[in-house]
């Protein structure tokens, strides 16, 4: 059976890091939504995403410590989420309103933006994950690349060759 009893979850669910790092995600994303007055506001963790939050709600986090990595709380270690927390705390690290020529002067270089020394630069655009498989047409299933009709005669218009 295992030691908890199946269907019960124990108290300690992910350790105190993982509930720390929840805790400061979830106070962070309040914050975040209380400043911006928008429900739908999020925090990204890397540099690209920080930059649309930064340029669209006009939105930076200041008093990041340099020594702790920009990056997801769930990513972070023990030490430096209770560094992050403490900081929060005591409203050292926190949001902060920018002016929309601040943004703009901003806007070509994301890597003076974005919080820390070290920073995740994100995946950017990934690309198209289908060149050269089949499409499937809707209402058939069938593969588009079965059905296409291929030329089998060569040209119809007559040749005109002119002698030399």
């Not at 300690?12 to 928008?38: E, F, P, Y």
Request: some cysteine; charged content about 35%; glycine content about 8%.
């Amino acid at each position: 059976m295992g030691r908890y009893k199946q269907g019960k979850a124990s108290k300690k669910a992910g350790g105190t890091a993982r509930q720390l790092g929840a805790k400061l995600r979830k106070i962070m994303k309040a914050s975040l939504v209380r400043l911006t007055k928008d429900q739908t506001a999020k925090m990204w963790w890397d540099m690209h995403g920080y930059q649309y939050l930064y340029m669209r709600r006009c939105v930076r986090l200041v008093g990041w410590p340099s020594n702790v990595r920009f990056s997801n709380p769930a990513m972070q270690k023990k030490p430096a989420l209770d560094t992050l927390y403490s900081r929060w705390r005591r409203r050292l690290l926190r949001f902060e309103r920018i002016t929309a020529e601040e943004a703009f002067k901003n806007s070509r270089h994301p890597e003076r933006v974005v919080p820390g020394t070290e920073y995740d630069e994100g995946i950017g655009h990934q690309g198209r994950n289908d060149i050269k498989k089949s499409r499937f047409d809707k209402k058939t299933g069938l593969p588009v690349s079965s059905r296409r009709k291929l030329r089998l005669k060569g040209a119809t218009s007559k040749k005109i060759v002119e002698a030399a």
